[in-house]
C-alpha cells in the first residue's frame, strides 16, 4: 500500500512537470507559428505607421552595371507578403529599377510598384523631400506617382518617357510600413528610464532595511508597503499615474509618465531581492572589515555591496522583464502613439502596448504574435547580457 502511494505521488509529480512544460511549448509554438511569417529584416527596420512623401530626384544617365538576369536574381521584394507580377525594370534616368508586385497584408491584396534595385550611385538615394530634408529612395519603398503622373494601369516600360523631359522628378513614394522599430526604441527608452528611477532607490532602501534599520515598528511599516506594492495589479498603479502625473503634474501621456508608474511597480522586487542579497553576505565580511578600522559607510560601499552584486543583478533581471511586459499602466500613461519619442514629454508605445493594440483594435492576431516573439527575443537576449555582466561581477570579487 505505502508503494502504491509512492508511486502515485511520484507520478503526480511527472505528470504536473509535463503539463508545465506542455503548457509553455504550447504557447510558444502558438505565437512562433501564428507570428513566425511576418518576421523579417523589414519587419525590425520599419516604422508601424506608413510614410508617404514627395522627393526630387536628379535626372541622370546611370546606365545598368548587370544584366537582366541579374538584375531579377537581386530584385528586392518582401517574400514573405508580396508577390512579383513582373521583372524588375531599369531606368537610367532614375537610377533606380521598379517591379509590379502583389501585396498582401492583414487580409488585403492590392497591386504596387516597389523600389527593387538601386544603382551604385544613383541620384535616388540622396533624394530629397519638399522641406529640403534628405530621406532618399530605398528599397522596397513604393512608387505611386511620377510628376503628378500615376503608375497604376501604365506599362513600367513607360517609365523613362515619364521622366524624359525633365532634368528634376517629382517622385511620390511610401515607405513602407508595419514594423517595431519605434515600438522596440520606445521600450529601451522605458527600461533605462525605469531602472534609472527605482534601481538606486530600491537598492538605497534594501540598504536601509538591512544595515541601518533597527526592528521596530518603522520597518515593519516598510516592508508592509513593500509587500502590499507587490499585490496590487498594475492597472491600479495606471490609474494612479494617470492622475497624478498625467493630470494633475500635467505630464500628459508620455514616457516620463510611464517610466514613473512603472517605476513604483518595480520598487518591491528591487526592494526584496536587493535585501536578500544583502543578507545573504557573511557576518564574518563585516567584522573583519571593521576590524581593520574600515568605518560603516567603507564597509558597505566596498564589501557589502560588491558582494551582494549577483543577487542585486537578479533584481534587475525581473525588472526587466517585469518592464517589458507591462502594458495597462503603460495604456494609461505612455499611449499608443507609434513613434520614437521625441522628449521625455512625448507619447510612445511600447512593443506589449503596440500588440494590444493591433491584436483588440485591428483584429491582427498575425502581428500580434509577430511582435510578441519580438518580445520573447528581446528578454532572453536581455537576460543573457544580465547574466554575463553577473558572472564579470563574480570573477572580480571571488
Not at 530621406?135 to 517609365?159: H, P, S, Y
Not at 510600413?177 to 525605469?194: A, F, H, P, Q, R
Not at 514613473?260 to 557573511?282: F, H, N
Request: proline share 3%; charged share 15%; aromatic share 8%.
Amino acid at each position: 500500500m505505502r508503494k502504491l502511494k509512492d508511486n502515485l505521488l511520484k507520478s503526480l509529480i511527472y505528470l504536473s512537470a509535463f503539463i508545465t512544460v506542455g503548457i509553455l511549448v504550447w504557447i510558444l509554438g502558438y505565437v512562433f507559428s501564428n507570428g513566425i511569417g511576418l518576421i523579417n529584416w523589414n519587419f525590425i527596420s520599419n516604422e508601424y505607421n506608413e510614410k508617404t512623401s514627395y522627393v526630387e530626384v536628379k535626372i541622370t544617365n546611370t546606365p545598368l552595371s548587370i544584366n537582366q538576369e541579374s538584375l531579377n536574381e537581386k530584385a528586392f521584394y518582401n517574400q514573405k507578403v508580396d508577390k512579383p507580377l513582373s521583372d524588375a525594370i531599369y531606368s537610367e534616368k532614375l537610377g533606380i529599377a521598379v517591379m509590379e508586385v502583389e501585396h498582401s497584408l492583414r487580409g488585403k491584396k492590392e497591386n504596387q510598384f516597389i523600389v527593387a534595385y538601386i544603382e551604385n550611385g544613383s541620384e535616388a538615394g540622396e533624394a530629397l523631400d519638399k522641406s529640403g530634408k534628405k530621406i532618399g529612395i530605398n528599397l522596397g519603398d513604393v512608387i505611386t506617382k511620377i510628376d503628378g503622373e500615376a503608375l497604376e494601369g501604365k506599362d513600367l516600360k513607360d517609365l523613362n518617357a515619364i521622366v524624359s523631359g525633365s532634368n528634376e522628378s517629382l517622385v511620390k513614394i511610401t515607405k513602407p510600413g508595419y514594423g517595431v522599430l519605434t515600438n522596440i526604441v520606445t521600450t529601451l527608452y522605458m527600461i533605462i528610464l525605469s531602472l534609472s528611477i527605482a534601481a538606486p532607490i530600491g537598492i538605497l532602501a534594501a540598504i536601509y532595511l538591512v544595515e541601518y534599520a533597527k526592528p521596530g515598528k518603522l520597518v515593519n511599516v516598510i516592508r508592509f508597503a513593500t509587500e502590499s506594492l507587490s499585490g496590487i495589479p498594475s492597472i491600479i498603479f495606471g490609474l494612479f499615474g494617470m492622475a497624478f502625473f498625467v493630470v494633475f503634474l500635467k505630464f500628459n501621456l508620455s514616457l516620463l509618465s510611464g517610466a514613473l508608474t512603472i517605476s513604483i511597480i518595480l520598487l518591491p522586487v528591487i526592494i526584496r531581492s536587493t535585501e536578500e542579497a544583502l543578507k545573504s553576505v557573511p557576518d564574518a565580511y563585516r567584522e573583519a572589515s571593521y576590524g581593520l578600522g574600515a568605518t560603516k559607510l567603507q564597509t558597505i560601499s566596498k564589501i557589502i555591496i560588491p558582494s551582494a552584486i549577483p543577487g542585486i543583478l537578479v533584481a534587475v533581471i525581473l525588472s526587466i522583464g517585469r518592464i517589458v511586459g507591462e502594458s495597462a499602466a503603460l495604456l494609461l500613461t505612455a499611449g499608443t502613439v507609434a513613434k520614437i519619442p521625441e522628449s521625455l514629454f512625448a507619447s510612445g508605445s511600447t512593443l506589449t502596448v503596440q500588440a494590444y493594440y493591433v491584436a483588440k483594435e485591428e483584429a491582427n492576431i498575425q502581428m500580434a504574435c509577430a511582435i510578441g516573439i519580438v518580445v520573447i527575443v528581446l528578454i532572453i537576449v536581455l537576460n543573457i547580457l544580465a547574466k554575463l555582466i553577473s558572472k564579470i561581477f563574480n570573477k572580480a570579487n571571488y
